[in-house]
């Protein structure tokens, strides 16, 4: 969390708010650091491009991905583990519901779960899934696109779920 002297004393920075066109917007506070610039206060958002494989000899395959209202990413395979938290979307993990996430099906099956091409929010875990329950594979490739409440793109990521049963 970065801090801000106000009066001789540090204050630490939550939510940061500024005037733009006669609309107070929120977001992130940069300031140039050593030439770089950086953010300083307001969330940091990382979508990071994933892979969610699940495979089975003889039994059924399940894999999925869910990016979760605690602001944790997480990859579901029923064959080799469960659910693994695989890193956060967001830091620090406050604000989620000041964020919607959108999932575009590239190719393949369509998964289960949450809705495609809908702006969802994330103050609710968002979720995608795929089942093979007899010998063959399922698999699909989704765009996910990361934006604040006014519809500004923050991040972006491919997301490839895949079941094999053999």
């Known amino acids: 969390m970065s801090s801000v002297n106000v009066s001789s ?3 630490a920075l ?7 066109s006669s609309s107070w917007k929120t977001g992130s506070l940069y300031a140039k650091q050593s030439g770089v610039w950086e953010i300083v206060a307001g969330d ?4 990071e491009d994933t892979d969610a494989y699940d495979s089975a000899v003889g039994s059924p395959a399940a894999a999925g991905y869910q990016l979760c209202s605690n602001g944790a990413v997480q990859v579901f395979q029923f064959n080799a583990g469960g659910t693994v938290s695989v ?6 993990q406050v604000n989620m519901a000041n964020y919607t996430i959108r999932a ?9 779960g949450d809705a495609l ?3 969802m ?3 609710t875990t968002r979720g995608w899934n795929l089942a093979q329950a007899s010998p063959g594979t399922v698999a699909c490739s989704l765009t996910l696109t990361l934006k604040d409440l006014g519809g500004t793109t923050i991040d ?3 997301v490839t779920i895949q079941a094999q049963y053999f």
């Open 9 to 11: 004393a540090w204050k």
């Open 14 to 20: 939550g939510q940061v708010w500024a005037k733009v």
């Open 44 to 47: 940091v958002i990382t979508l």
């Open 87 to 92: 890193g956060n979307w967001i830091s620090p």
């Open 104 to 112: 575009h099906m590239d190719s393949g099956t369509t998964p289960s």
């Open 117 to 119: 091409d809908s702006d």
């Open 121 to 123: 929010s994330l103050s």
């Open 156 to 158: 972006t990521a491919t």
